[in-house]
């Protein structure tokens, strides 16, 4: 399912999920570029619950952003971010 609406008030993020940015090759500030930008949501196909948030960098990088849902709806877990792939590439608007 794309499109899902996805109410984010606050990200979460942990120094173990900076560190799995860090060798990802991407920082926090581009993760929170994404959300500021145009982006479409999915749920994650391998994990229940989880979401991906496909956008786009100030800089026009596409990333690809998986969160889990915290204990208020609103609060979402940083869990990883990479480069997106050519065919998720092509969903971001």
Known sequence: MTDRRVLVTRLE???VVEEKLARHGVCVP????VFA???RVR???RRAGRV??????NG???LVV?????SDDTVWHIVT???APPHLKAMIP
Do not use: S
Request: charged share 35%; net charge positive; aromatic share 4%.
């Open 52 to 57: 991906e948030i496909l956008g786009r960098t």
């Open 60 to 62: 026009g990088r596409a």
């Open 66 to 70: 998986a969160l889990d849902p915290a």
């Open 30 to 33: 581009e993760v929170r570029e």
């Open 81 to 83: 971010a990479y480069d």
């Open 37 to 39: 930008n145009p982006r």
């Open 43 to 45: 749920r994650n196909p």
């Open 13 to 15: 993020i942990t120094r």
